[in-house]
T-cell receptor
Framework: GAGVSQSPRYKVAKRGQDVALRCDPI?????LFWYQQALGQGPEFLTY????????KSGLPSDRFFAERPEGSVSTLKIQRTQQEDSAVYLC???????????FGSGTRLTVV | RKEVEQDPGPFNVPEGATVAFNCTYS??????FFWYRQDCRKEPKLLMSVYSSGNEDGRFTAQLNRASQYISLLIRDSKLSDSATYLC??????????FGSGTKLNVKP
């Protein structure tokens, strides 16, 4: 597609519920990143894929967070047993190669109540 | 200490003014540098890459000072539409990118 597509755009989850956030990167983009952005803060790195390989997951805040990109294209970020501190905008970005900068999707705004 | 630090502002300037932001980074091995712009409740958008020799794109000039580990963004002839948060991004190994918290700019008529 023309841009990075994320869905859903908004998600309200009850505490303890599992959620799955989807990212559809720009076709052909090798690199895919997930970021978490809290209100008034810059995006914080969560994880990085190169094709289907998850090369860095050092930013995932706990083992409740899990990301996958099984075919090297669409990626899913899953959060199990959501907690209020998980409320944030989750941004996905893709890049042809890291040194070109990358394009962000519109994000998924997750609110845990 | 954060990897990337920025003055959060806000910088309140009149239309037509020149304004500059700095951003400092802690990792001397950093290899790539960018400025992103983020409008309220929108995703960040790439404004420009920053090269060692400095680069200009219209009213925007970005510079890198490796010795002092900072990058800068200069905006000339500010427009109302320049009002946004400007995020500094520093990367190394081309797969590890760190964002600053952003500098908020308000351009007033």
């Amino acid at each position: 597609g023309a841009g990075v597509s994320q869905s859903p755009r908004y998600k309200v989850a009850k505490r303890g519920q599992d959620v799955a956030l989807r990212c559809d990167p720009i076709s052909g983009h090798v690199s895919l990143f997930w970021y978490q952005q809290a209100l008034g803060q810059g995006p914080e790195f969560l994880t990085y894929f190169q094709n289907e390989a998850q090369l860095d997951k050092s930013g995932l805040p706990s083992d409740r967070f899990f990301a996958e990109r099984p075919e090297g294209s669409v990626s899913t970020l899953k959060i199990q047993r959501t907690q209020q501190e998980d409320s944030a905008v989750y941004l996905c970005a893709s890049s042809l190669a890291g040194d070109y900068g990358y394009t962000f999707g519109s994000g998924t705004r997750l609110t845990v109540v | 200490r954060k990897e990337v630090e920025q003055d959060p502002g806000p910088f309140n300037v009149p239309e037509g003014a020149t304004v500059a932001f700095n951003c400092t980074y802690s990792n001397s091995a950093s290899q790539s540098f960018f400025w992103y712009r983020q409008d309220c409740r929108k995703e960040p958008k790439l404004l420009m890459s920053v090269y060692s020799s400095g680069n200009e794109d219209g009213r925007f000039t970005a510079q890198l000072n490796r010795a002092s580990q900072y990058i800068s963004l200069l905006i000339r002839d500010s427009k109302l539409s320049d009002s946004a948060t400007y995020l500094c991004v520093v990367g190394y190994n081309f797969n590890k990118f760190y964002f600053g918290s952003g500098t908020k700019l308000n351009v007033k008529p």
